[in-house]
């Protein structure tokens, strides 16, 4: 049962534009929102995160947005450039531990 | 200073064989993660540990699985009878303390049941 949903398996962004990823959860009881960044024959990296007490969160040309009453969150990339190029996966914590994990949005970032 | 590492690096094995696959976390971390990624599939918890004990094996997916850690470090995730639907990219993850939401991955052991 997936309790993390990135329905957009795949994003193609011209560099300069904004990029928006999506992610829907079910369970109201997540406390914590990360996103991660995964290249090719590497680990996911820890790009940035967000507390369910909160609405936004901004790092640099990254922000997250969290929307609780539609257990919907996103993530902002502006403007993109081809090093963002990547799978970006979503993920929920629970209890401070087991991280939920969507099945990951592929960005492409065109020059 | 030094990330997670995993081996080995990529592991092919026949069906019905037992595989070990290995993690040294970073240093100091206390807390140990093991995830799975299958085809087309988002990254799957299996186990975590605290120290040496595993306070949540929930999602092993069969008894065929176990992992053990030792000296507060190095941890190991046995596959015994591999089986093909045991295909997928095995990570390893580390964090400073529990309740952290930093956790640090390691590149992955590509697991191919032949």
């Known amino acids: 049962d997936q309790q993390v949903k990135q329905n957009s398996p795949s994003l193609s962004v011209q560099e300069g534009r904004i990029s928006i990823l999506n992610c829907d959860y079910t369970n109201s009881m997540f406390d914590y929102f990360l996103w991660y960044k995964k290249y090719p024959a590497e680990g996911p990296t820890f790009l940035i995160s967000?507390?369910?007490?909160?609405d936004k969160n901004e790092d640099g040309r990254f922000t997250v947005f969290l929307n609780k009453s539609a257990k919907h969150l996103s993530l902002h990339i502006v403007p993109s450039q081809p090093g963002d190029s990547a799978v970006y996966f979503c993920a929920a914590q629970l209890y401070g531990y087991a991280l939920n994990f969507g099945k990951g949005t592929s960005l492409l970032v065109t020059p | 200073g030094a990330g997670v590492s995993q081996s080995p690096s990529n592991k092919v094995t026949e069906k019905g064989k037992d595989v070990e696959l290995r993690c040294d976390p970073i240093?100091?971390?206390?807390?140990l993660y093991w995830y799975r990624q299958s085809l087309g599939q988002g990254l799957e918890f299996l186990i975590y540990?605290?120290?040496?004990?595993?306070?949540?094996k929930s999602g092993l997916p069969s008894d065929r699985f176990s992992a053990e850690r030792t000296g507060g470090s190095v941890s190991t995730l046995t596959i015994q009878r591999t089986q093909q639907e045991d295909s997928a990219v095995y990570l390893c993850?580390?964090?400073?303390?529990?309740?952290?939401?930093?956790?640090?991955f390691g590149p992955g052991t590509r697991l191919t049941v032949t």
């Open positions: 993850a580390s964090s400073p303390r529990t309740n952290s939401y930093e956790q640090y």
């Open positions: 967000i507390s369910s007490i909160k």
């Open positions: 240093s100091g971390h206390t807390a």
């Open positions: 540990f605290q120290g040496n004990s595993a306070p949540d």
